[in-house]
């Protein structure tokens, strides 16, 4: 079945550490997301790539980066100067070149330790 | 800049009862296009409706309907005879039009459905 794969779904982080989220798909499509989700704040978009190396800021990029090698693999680093990173991170894709609906991974919980 | 409001926190039912959820977007695009989507307990999102702003026309798909009124910015959310499985947290999102060739959605901050048995 075609879909978007997040791992791991838990993840801890250390102080000071750098830590990766993956998020591989298999529809084929073109774009893709990260958005951070916190409890009663909504969806809030990090990063976001239309093609394959390219990528753009979203509205809370800073202490976050991200790579696009390749159409299937968008995955997000969480770096040390993200002071507040706990949440939960969904990746979505999305395909077609018009307004189309957005697939969702099942999320990452990240938590510091 | 778009926006979209969910004034609703949280919604606790009792199951079969009619449930509305609200959705208030601003946007000074013509064009545009909104969505709701349901985040069950396991977290991934999953796509329920999709409706672009030239089209007016309520739609009901089972027990669910959705009222769409430009008048006044508004796409609401309606569960006819809510189940337990109806519980979960409801976003509506707002997407114009493509923004450096890329369609960027923007969220509501989502309503909470607790439907008791």
Known sequence: DGGITQSPKYLFRKEGQNVT??????????????YRQDPGQGLRLIY???????FQKGDIAEGYSVSREKKESFPLTVTSAQ????????????????????????????SVL | AQKVTQAQTEISVVEKEDVTLDCVYETRDTTYYLFWYKQPPSGELVFLIRRNSFDEQ??????????????????????????????????????????????????????SLIVHP
């Open chain 1, 21 to 34: 989220l993956s998020c591989e798909q298999n529809l084929n499509h073109d774009a893709m997301y990260w």
């Open chain 1, 48 to 54: 976001y790539s239309q093609i394959v190396n390219d």
């Open chain 1, 83 to 110: 002071k507040n990173p706990t949440a939960f991170y969904l990746c979505a894709s999305r395909g077609g070149r018009t307004n189309e609906k957005l697939f969702f991974g099942s999320g990452t919980q990240l």
């Open chain 2, 58 to 111: 309520n739609e009901i798909s089972g027990r669910y309907s959705w009222n769409f009124q430009k008048s006044t910015s508004s796409f609401n959310f309606t569960i006819t005879a809510s189940q337990v499985v109806d519980s979960a947290v409801y976003f509506c999102a707002l997407s114009e039009a493509p923004r450096g060739g890329s369609y960027i959605p923007t969220f509501g901050r989502g309503t």
